[in-house]
């Protein structure tokens, strides 16, 4: 069968042998070797038919034709435009396997044609109305065959600006030149026709509006602008719709304008994994800035995501050289959502393995004999020299005291072991005293720049207010609703910022102690995060803005004197544990006078930040682990982090480069400081440990019986830090 090309032709149909049309006269054989067999689409632009390439033995290939049915697109050249740029872009991107290759592209007797190689199958969305909605696992293998092809499409310069189901067809290897062992089913993206060279896109301009609603993020339908983040952006809705079923303009919220595509899971009775949800809801994040501004981000987070061995989650190999430098100095997630949580795995291993351990590496020669005042609250350290015999006597009593495990209620909060023995093995700190109101676990302190109040919240939903230098219990503050986890104190004194599991950020006035403002998120919600604990709060150097970091993986900026919401910071994959300011700026940038800014996650990563940009100035990774917290150098140069994998790493924060790795914690590190003098770095671990390490050196200076949290005095001379049951260590020289 000869189809005819003719668009008036009432009978297109003819024998083989023939060269012109038996019904309109037309020629059969377009530039003399393509021959038409069959209609096999139609759009608003033209028709699509099946041919065959008489000059390369009959080779089945594709022929479009301009055939606009609106004769005004022509009018204004829009539809030559966008038919021309196919072809160009078919042809820049030359014979990668997932892209049709190009053939030819010309014009005869008034109609332009694009010629591209055939690819046959099933699109996904014929493919989900067949087999019903994808598995998790299927929507890994797509995240794990598309993103390379867009990493390589955005590469070289051009944005694709409608990506869907329907133009992602899955090769079944019928006629089709990509068929192969390699090419067993490969996802091959299609429909170029809207798609744009990066080059042209001038971002103060409005563009044409292009894509398909629904699957278009709002910067293409509002303003026609188009990033590689827009192409995410659909892959993303492709993904949701291939998971729920539902279309996409159903799976958004009229009245809160959100995506409430979990709630389709849910009444399936589906559920997928954190990571992969994780994924998909930054990849659909309305604002551009909060989305992954590449395909190599995303991929990058998959292969950290990978290492797990989930069977669920193919391995990533497309990466080139630099990046796959980049993947290996990076997080890799130890989590199974399935399973228990990650820190009550991790512990009941370490709590095992502290029993069966003979002796522990930190404890020296010296013991202390406890020389308790009338309180029984205090007491000063008599050091005696321990035979070998004795040491093994007193590890053995100790490690039974360590062994003891306590759950907390909040799954955020990594858990601690118990210790009830406080043994000096320092030689620089010659007294502790122990302060105490209540037995529940302290989880944050702060000082006061003149040394003379101590703020400490705890598990029991109060914030207490100590005197520093007696250890006297000055007041307690009473708001909070769920357990305290953060803390920070104005630099004039006045006032104290608090947080916690309420997801509300709290206000005090330190004169008249009571509450003197609350924190609103920006859509007018009571909760200061809505989606989860708040973790960490800071107040930056010129006391202007307030920083809060939470489960639900967003950093806030805050306007201290008002409490508006300034900035809401979303590159994190997972919980924020900690913000910190550096108290001075060391980064170079357009904008100098603002502050900078340190988080960590749970997603492994370190981020800088400059308060006024939304996007992070760099990212560090090399934990292995959750990274739990983040400490500056006074002079802003050097970052200290603490983390799951049981060590503290030191970054230079100019060039983002590991310094040195602090490593002796037989388990998770909690919380790291630095001293201002530079000299000394502390951190605080649930191994019942608190060291204290040369800053320059590495050196492991010396070791107390505490608990995280740690934090120095603004004069050097004091460092607190967590005990037992809701003590609070204060360590002296």
């Not at 994040?285 to 990058?300: F, G, M």
């Not at 959750?626 to 030191?650: C, H, M, P, Q, W």
């Amino acid at each position: 069968m000869s189809y005819c090309f003719n668009l008036n032709c009432q009978k297109p149909q003819n024998p083989n042998d023939v060269k012109f049309c038996q019904n309109c006269g037309s020629k059969l054989l377009l530039r003399g070797h393509y021959q038409g067999i069959k209609p096999i689409g139609n759009g608003s632009f033209g028709r699509t038919l099946l041919a065959v390439d008489l000059d390369r033995f009959n080779t089945p290939c594709v022929v479009k034709q301009l055939a606009p049915k609106n004769n005004n697109l022509l009018s204004n050249n829009k539809v030559l435009e966008l038919f021309k740029r196919e072809a160009k872009q078919l042809l820049k991107l030359g014979k990668h396997p997932q892209i049709p290759t190009f053939y030819a592209y010309f014009e005869e007797d008034e109609n332009l044609y694009l010629v591209e190689e055939l690819i046959t199958g099933k699109n996904l969305l014929q493919e989900l109305e067949s087999e019903g909605a994808f598995s998790e696992k299927k929507i890994w293998k797509i995240l794990y065959e598309i993103l390379p092809l867009l990493k390589f499409i955005h590469e070289n310069k051009v944005i694709h600006r409608d990506i869907k189901p329907e133009n992602i067809l899955r090769v079944d290897g019928v006629n089709s030149l990509k068929v192969g062992e390699n090419q067993k089913d490969q996802l091959v993206l299609i429909d170029f026709g809207v798609s744009k060279f990066s080059s042209e896109v001038d971002y103060d301009k409005i563009g044409t509006i292009t894509g398909t609603l629904g699957y278009s993020p709002i910067e293409q339908i509002r303003g026609g602008k188009a990033y590689p983040a827009s192409d995410l952006y659909s892959l993303g809705m492709t993904c949701i719709h291939l998971l729920t079923e539902v279309p996409p303009n159903q799976l958004f919220d009229s009245f809160s304008g959100e995506l409430i595509w979990r709630s389709h899971l849910i009444k399936k009775g589906k559920n997928i994994s954190d990571r992969l949800g994780k994924i998909l809801d930054k990849l659909v994040k309305d604002l551009v800035k909060e989305r992954y501004q590449s395909a190599t981000e995303v991929l990058i987070e998959i292969a950290i995501v990978s290492t797990q061995n989930d069977n669920q989650i193919p391995q990533i190999n497309q990466l080139n050289l630099s990046e796959k430098k980049y993947l290996e100095k990076s997080q890799k997630f130890q989590k199974n959502p399935q399973k228990e949580s990650p820190v009550d795995v991790i512990l009941q291993v370490e709590i095992n393995s502290c029993k069966n351990q003979k002796k522990l590496s930190e404890l020296g020669d010296y013991r202390l004999k406890e020389r308790y005042s009338n309180n029984g609250d205090s007491y000063q350290e008599i050091t005696e020299k321990l035979s070998y015999n004795h040491y093994l006597q007193y590890n053995s009593k100790l490690l039974d005291n360590v062994i003891e495990f306590e759950h907390k209620k909040a799954n955020f909060v990594p858990k601690k072991t118990k210790i009830r023995n406080y043994v000096e093995l320092s030689q620089l700190w010659k007294t502790v005293q122990i302060i105490k109101d209540n037995t529940a676990p302290i989880n944050t302190i702060a000082i006061d720049t003149q040394d003379l109040i101590l703020v400490s919240g705890s598990d029991d939903k109060k914030i207490r207010l100590w005197n520093l230098q007696t250890g006297q219990l000055l007041h307690k503050f009473l708001g909070h609703t769920a357990e305290v986890y953060a803390i920070a104190i104005s630099v004039d004194g006045r006032r104290i910022i608090s947080a916690g599991d309420d997801r509300t950020i709290l206000v005090w006035n330190l004169q008249k102690k009571t509450i003197a403002d609350r924190f609103y998120s920006y859509s007018g919600s009571p909760y200061s995060h809505r989606y989860g604990a708040i973790f960490s709060v800071a107040i930056s150097p010129n006391c202007e803005t307030i920083a809060s970091g939470s489960a639900d993986q967003t950093v806030k900026i805050w306007n201290q004197r008002n409490g508006e919401l300034l900035y809401k910071l979303h590159e994190h994959l997972d919980r924020v544990f900690c913000v910190t300011y550096s108290k001075v700026n060391n980064i170079c940038t357009e904008k100098n006078s603002n502050d900078i800014l340190a988080s960590c996650s749970a997603d492994g990563a370190i981020k800088i930040w400059q308060v006024g940009c939304c996007q992070s100035l760099r990212t560090l990774r090399g934990h292995s682990g959750d990274v739990y917290s983040v400490a500056f150098s006074s002079d802003g140069k050097a970052i200290a982090s603490g983390g799951e994998d049981k060590t503290i790493r030191l970054w230079d924060v100019g060039t983002g480069e590991l310094v040195n790795i602090f490593e002796g914690h037989s388990r998770a590190v909690l919380s790291v400081a630095i001293s201002p003098d530079d000299q000394i770095l502390a951190s605080g671990s649930i191994d019942g440990t608190v060291k204290l390490w040369n800053l320059r050196t590495g050196k492991l200076l010396d070791s107390l019986c505490g608990y995280h949290p740690v934090q120095f005095s603004p004069n050097g001379k004091i460092l607190v830090s967590g005990g037992e049951e809701g003590r609070i260590l204060i360590w002296r020289f």
